[in-house]
């Protein structure tokens, strides 16, 4: 959002291949910034029993639309179990998000992908993946390794989250 002419003009800006998945799978990171403060989602695009998978800009605005399962990812959260729906985060950090985005082969490289991602996003930023319980390592990835690891290192960088780039690296050496 700038302001011209005291006009607030809201835009976005989509680029890539979002509107079509060609069958693959997407993980994703969501930004939230205020300021110099930031939250962080990670997520994945298809269905837990893989039945489906949606393009990432179809996911992306599932989130915004705050529908379906969906719906307490990002805008709403049960604080005490009460089924009481309360913000997530301040309404200033959705004014500036960004989402970036990779396409992954199949469902257990981005499974692998997300669980890398969460682990160690969550030693770089300290609590701020506002989605998941991220303090266990990721599985095992039979095959395609080393490219999916390639793959988060570069989603990473999109991301602007460079500093979480050694810590893939650690992980990579630490596995094999």
């Known amino acids: 959002m700038k302001m011209v002419n005291e006009i607030e003009i809201i835009t976005a800006s989509f680029q890539g291949n979002g509107l079509f998945n060609e069958g693959k799978r997407c993980v994703y990171i969501i930004n939230f910034n205020r300021e110099n403060d930031k939250y962080y989602y990670v997520g994945k695009t298809g269905t837990t029993n893989q039945t489906g998978v949606n393009p990432p800009f179809k ?7 705050a529908q379906g399962k969906t719906k307490s990812c990002i805008f709403n959260k049960d604080k005490n179990g009460s089924g009481e729906k309360k913000p997530l985060l301040e309404r200033e950090y959705y004014r500036n998000m960004k989402f970036t985005a990779i396409y992954l082969e199949d469902n257990a490289a981005a499974s692998f ?7 160690v996003l969550n030693e770089v930023v300290h609590g701020k993946i506002i989605n998941k319980e991220c303090s266990r390592e990721p599985g095992k990835l039979e095959k395609s390794k080393d490219e999916v690891i390639l ?4 989603l990473l960088k999109a991301a602007e989250l460079e500093g979480a780039i050694p ?3 650690n992980f990579k050496t630490k596995k094999q």
């Open 113 to 119: 992908a997300e669980q890398l991602l969460c682990y």
């Open 167 to 169: 810590l893939v690296f």
């Open 151 to 154: 793959k988060v290192v570069e």
């Open 59 to 65: 996911r992306l605005a599932a989130h915004l639309m």
